[in-house]
Antibody
Framework: EEQVVESGGGLVQPGGSLRLSCAAS????????MNWVRQAPGKGLEWISH????????FYADSVRGRFTISRDNAKNSLYLQMNGLRDEDTAVYYC??????????WGRGTLVTVSS | QSVLTQPPSVSAAPGRKVTISCSGG????????VCWYQQFPGTAPKLLIY???KRPSGIPDRFSGSKSDTSATLDITGLQTGDEADYYC???????????FGGGTKLTVL
């Protein structure tokens, strides 16, 4: 079964850092672009970042550029999101999603990040 | 304020048809593929339509997508109570170099 599973969420103080991971299984991870999408409580979907297969293309939303860094390890079938300088407004469920920038065909269940003092 | 504009809510009776619109511009919908996601409360989104009008395996043909100029549409026919969910349109914005989502539309099946 194809799946992606996020981990690493939790409670962090404003200004703090957190590293999210996404473990892929059931498909050839190294042949797919990957993304992070978040959803604040009661709000809509917000795309955060995309990384291409061999990391030649990396894109970020303006809201996180300079603070968040996406990376991947194809040998470990894993996607990462390093989040620094966290703000209250970064509180959200963070989803890992497989696909090119124009559609995401496989989503994880998400991991909750809460930024609060 | 979302780059793509969707109605906050739509409703219709079981068995009827509903249309959800998604309006954008030339840098996004006008020149890139549109996709649609369905999301039930407390669950992850699910790809419903991709490349403007294609359905992934397992998606019923009651769901269809179309696009004209800078607007896209999701049609759902033969509405069922199980279709009650939030629906989001999305595409790539070439000017922003970013994926953009609509604000989402809550479907109520009366």
């Amino acid at each position: 079964e194809e799946q992606v599973v996020e981990s690493g969420g939790g409670l962090v103080q404003p200004g703090g850092s957190l590293r999210l991971s996404c473990a892929a299984s059931g498909f050839t991870f190294g042949t797919h672009g990957m993304n992070w999408v978040r959803q604040a409580p009661g709000k809509g979907l917000e795309w955060i970042s995309h990384i291409s297969v061999i990391t030649t293309d990396v894109f970020y939303a303006d809201s996180v550029r300079g603070r968040f860094t996406i990376s991947r390890d194809n040998a470990k079938n894993s996607l990462y999101l390093q989040m620094n300088g966290l703000r209250d407004e970064d509180t959200a469920v963070y989803y890992c999603a497989r696909g090119p920038v124009w559609n995401f065909d496989l989503w994880g269940r998400g991991t909750l990040v809460t930024v609060s003092s | 304020q979302s780059v793509l504009t969707q109605p906050p809510s739509v409703s219709a009776a079981p068995g009827r048809k509903v249309t959800i619109s998604c309006s954008g511009g030339s840098s996004n919908i006008g020149n890139n593929y549109v996709c649609w996601y369905q999301q039930f409360p407390g669950t992850a989104p699910k790809l419903l339509i991709y490349d403007d009008n294609k359905r992934p395996s397992g998606i019923p043909d009651r769901f269809s997508g179309s696009k004209s100029d800078t607007s896209a549409t999701l049609d759902i026919t033969g509405l069922q109570t199980g279709d009650e969910a939030d629906y989001y349109c999305s595409t790539w914005d070439s000017s922003l170099s970013a994926v953009v989502f609509g604000g989402g539309t809550k479907l109520t099946v009366l």
